[in-house]
């Protein structure tokens, strides 16, 4: 979606330059990490508690809600934003880049 933003009107996905491209890889990993945190955080506490600890993820969620509140479901938000946008902005770099050498080969 970003990247579709970013394309000037009429034209195409190989007219963006490479700053644009990374940014728009830096956003989607950006906003991907924003909703992938969550159940991050309960699968994380789920693998880490001692066996018995918890009946199931919603068990997780249930008592991490009622212990720390919503604002739980969102740590490790921070580091990852550091990577993902980073991470992201490099591999749709080298994604767009690799297709455009692969389209000019066949």
Known sequence: LIKKALIPEGGKASDLNPFTVMFAGGMAGVAMWTIAIPPDVL???????PAGTYKGTADVLRILLKNEGPQALF???????????????ACFLGVEYSLRAMNMLW
């Open 75 to 89: 740590k490790g938000l921070g580091p990852a934003m550091l990577r993902a946008f980073p991470a992201n902005a």
């Open 43 to 49: 699968k994380s506490r789920l693998q880490s508690a």
